[in-house]
C-alpha cells in the first residue's frame, strides 16, 4: 500500500516495491476492460454521503479519459504530458515525468510494472511504455497523433491514431505486428478500439463503425450512420453499443447487422454503461439515459445543467458521472434520482475511476478529486 521514490529529477519516479497488480479488482485500462463496460470492480458497498478524502492539484488540464488504479496507486496522465502517481491513502505525489510530445488525451494503461502511455500534438508525440520499477523508458514508438487510449490482451496493445489508423503491437518490446486503416481518406480514429471475442470494433469521423480481425488486421465490415462518431463503442452479450453526431444511439450485432436505434435529440462524446436489463448514455445536451437493451426504449432521463461528456460509472445500483455544471453526482440507477453531489470548482468533464472505497474523478480546476 505505500511506496519510496526515488527522484533522477524534477520529472522522474521509480516505485521501490512492485505493482501486485490484480484485474479483477484493479482499474487497469479505458472502460475498466477491453469491452468498456464501464461498472465498477469494487465488491464495497458505497452509500452516499461521500467524504472528500483529499484533492491533487496536477497543474494541467484532464482529458475524458486519464485515470487509472492497481495497488494503492492511482495513475494520471494529463494534458500538459504530465504522467503522476498519487497514493490512494494519503493523496501524496509518488513522482511524475515528462511525457514526449504536447498532450495526453489517454488513460495510462497499467501493464505489469509498466506503464503504456499515448500522446498527441507535435513530432515528438509516440506510445511509449514506462517501468515503474526502473524509472526509465523501456521502448518507445512514433505511431502518429494518438488522442485515445490504448488497451491490452494477451501481452499485445490496440491503439488508434488521428490519420485513421489502428495498430497492434508487443507490450513487452513494442514491436508493430500489424497496421491497417479505415476505407475511407476522410477517416480519423478520436474513438479508442474496443475489443470483443475476435473482433476490434471502432468509430470514425467518416460516420463509421469499422470491424477488423483481432489476430491479422483484416477488415471485415462497417457500418454507416450519417454523422462522425466520437462515442466510443461498448460491447455487452455480443451487442454493439454507440452513439453518433447523428443523435442516434446504436445497437448492433457483432456482424454489423442493426438491431435497433434511438433518436435522443443530442450528440455523443462516451461510451455506454451497463446496468441489468438497461444501457445507461450520456449525452452532450446533459442528460443520463437509460435504455431498455432490447427496444431502446427510454425508462428515465437524469438531466444535469451543463454538459456531460464523461463516460457514465456504475457501481452496484449506483451510477456516478460528472457535468459542465461543475458538479459530480451520484445518481440511483433504478430510477434515475440524485442521490448525491459534490461541486467542485471546475467544470467535470473526465470519466470517475472506483478502486474498492474509493471514488475519483477530476475537473477542469487542474484538480484530482478523492471520496470515500
Given at each position: 500500500?505505500?511506496?519510496?521514490?526515488?527522484?533522477?529529477?524534477?520529472?522522474?519516479?521509480?516505485?521501490?516495491?512492485?505493482?501486485?497488480?490484480?484485474?479483477?479488482?484493479?482499474?487497469?485500462?479505458?472502460?475498466?476492460?477491453?469491452?468498456?463496460?464501464?461498472?465498477?470492480?469494487?465488491?464495497?458497498?458505497?452509500?452516499?454521503?461521500?467524504?472528500?478524502?483529499?484533492?491533487?492539484?496536477?497543474?494541467?488540464?484532464?482529458?475524458?479519459?486519464?485515470?487509472?488504479?492497481?495497488?494503492?496507486?492511482?495513475?494520471?496522465?494529463?494534458?500538459?504530458?504530465?504522467?503522476?502517481?498519487?497514493?490512494?491513502?494519503?493523496?501524496?505525489?509518488?513522482?511524475?515525468?515528462?511525457?514526449?510530445?504536447?498532450?495526453?488525451?489517454?488513460?495510462?494503461?497499467?501493464?505489469?510494472?509498466?506503464?503504456?502511455?499515448?500522446?498527441?500534438?507535435?513530432?515528438?508525440?509516440?506510445?511509449?511504455?514506462y517501468s515503474l520499477?526502473?524509472?526509465?523508458?523501456?521502448?518507445?514508438?512514433?505511431?502518429?497523433?494518438?488522442?485515445?487510449?490504448?488497451?491490452?490482451?494477451?501481452?499485445?496493445?490496440?491503439?488508434?491514431?488521428?490519420?485513421?489508423?489502428?495498430?497492434?503491437l508487443n507490450a513487452?518490446?513494442?514491436?508493430?505486428?500489424?497496421?491497417?486503416?479505415?476505407?475511407?481518406?476522410?477517416?480519423?480514429?478520436?474513438?479508442?478500439?474496443?475489443?470483443?471475442?475476435?473482433?476490434?470494433?471502432?468509430?470514425?469521423?467518416?460516420?463509421?463503425?469499422?470491424?477488423?480481425?483481432?489476430?491479422?488486421?483484416?477488415?471485415?465490415?462497417?457500418?454507416?450512420?450519417?454523422?462522425?462518431?466520437?462515442?466510443?463503442?461498448?460491447?455487452?452479450?455480443?451487442?454493439?453499443?454507440?452513439?453518433?453526431?447523428?443523435?442516434?444511439?446504436?445497437?448492433?450485432?457483432?456482424?454489423?447487422?442493426?438491431?435497433?436505434?434511438?433518436?435522443?435529440?443530442?450528440?455523443?462524446?462516451?461510451?455506454?454503461?451497463?446496468?441489468?436489463?438497461?444501457?445507461?448514455?450520456?449525452?452532450?445536451?446533459?442528460?443520463?439515459?437509460?435504455?431498455?437493451?432490447?427496444?431502446?426504449?427510454?425508462?428515465?432521463?437524469?438531466?444535469?445543467?451543463?454538459?456531460?461528456?464523461?463516460?457514465?460509472?456504475?457501481?452496484?445500483?449506483?451510477?456516478?458521472?460528472?457535468?459542465?455544471?461543475?458538479?459530480?453526482?451520484?445518481?440511483?440507477?433504478?430510477?434515475?434520482?440524485?442521490?448525491?453531489?459534490?461541486?467542485?470548482?471546475?467544470r467535470v468533464q473526465?470519466?470517475?475511476?472506483?478502486?474498492?472505497?474509493?471514488?475519483?474523478?477530476?475537473?477542469?480546476?487542474?484538480?484530482?478529486?478523492?471520496?470515500?
Amino acid at each position: 500500500m505505500f511506496f519510496s521514490i526515488s527522484y533522477f529529477s524534477c520529472s522522474s519516479l521509480s516505485l521501490d516495491k512492485q505493482l501486485e497488480v490484480n484485474e479483477k479488482e484493479d482499474w487497469l485500462m479505458i472502460g475498466g476492460n477491453p469491452e468498456k463496460t464501464n461498472i465498477s470492480k469494487s465488491d464495497k458497498t458505497l452509500n452516499p454521503p461521500f467524504n472528500l478524502l483529499w484533492q491533487f492539484d496536477v497543474d494541467g488540464g484532464l482529458s475524458r479519459n486519464c485515470l487509472s488504479v492497481s495497488d494503492a496507486v492511482l495513475f494520471v496522465n494529463t494534458l500538459n504530458s504530465e504522467f503522476y502517481s498519487i497514493d490512494v491513502t494519503s493523496g501524496k505525489s509518488l513522482g511524475r515525468i515528462s511525457i514526449p510530445g504536447r498532450s495526453s488525451f489517454s488513460t495510462p494503461l497499467v501493464y505489469g510494472n509498466n506503464i503504456i502511455i499515448t500522446s498527441s500534438g507535435n513530432s515528438e508525440s509516440r506510445i511509449l511504455s514506462y517501468s515503474l520499477i526502473k524509472g526509465e523508458i523501456i521502448w518507445e514508438r512514433n505511431i502518429g497523433w494518438v488522442q485515445t487510449s490504448p488497451l491490452l490482451i494477451d501481452e499485445n496493445i490496440y491503439v488508434s491514431n488521428v490519420s485513421g489508423d489502428l495498430y497492434k503491437l508487443n507490450a513487452t518490446q513494442g514491436n508493430i505486428i500489424w497496421k491497417c486503416e479505415a476505407s475511407s481518406s476522410a477517416s480519423s480514429f478520436y474513438t479508442s478500439p474496443t475489443i470483443s471475442g475476435d473482433k476490434i470494433f471502432i468509430g470514425s469521423t467518416d460516420g463509421n463503425l469499422y470491424a477488423f480481425d483481432k489476430q491479422s488486421g483484416n477488415f471485415l465490415w462497417k457500418f454507416k450512420t450519417n454523422a462522425s462518431i466520437f462515442s466510443d463503442a461498448s460491447v455487452y452479450n455480443d451487442r454493439i453499443y454507440f452513439g453518433s453526431d447523428d443523435k442516434n444511439i446504436y445497437c448492433i450485432d457483432t456482424a454489423g447487422t442493426l438491431i435497433w436505434k434511438k433518436d435522443l435529440k443530442t450528440k455523443y462524446l462516451s461510451s455506454p454503461a451497463f446496468y441489468g436489463d438497461y444501457i445507461i448514455v450520456t449525452g452532450i445536451d446533459g442528460a443520463v439515459y437509460s435504455l431498455d437493451k432490447t427496444g431502446g426504449e427510454v425508462k428515465w432521463k437524469f438531466t444535469a445543467k451543463g454538459a456531460v461528456s464523461a463516460s457514465p460509472l456504475i457501481h452496484k445500483n449506483k451510477i456516478f458521472i460528472g457535468s459542465y455544471d461543475k458538479n459530480f453526482y451520484c445518481i440511483n440507477a433504478d430510477d434515475g434520482k440524485e442521490l448525491w453531489r459534490y461541486t467542485c470548482e471546475g467544470r467535470v468533464q473526465t470519466s470517475a475511476v472506483i478502486w474498492k472505497e474509493f471514488i475519483f474523478v477530476a475537473s477542469d480546476d487542474k484538480y484530482i478529486y478523492c471520496f470515500k
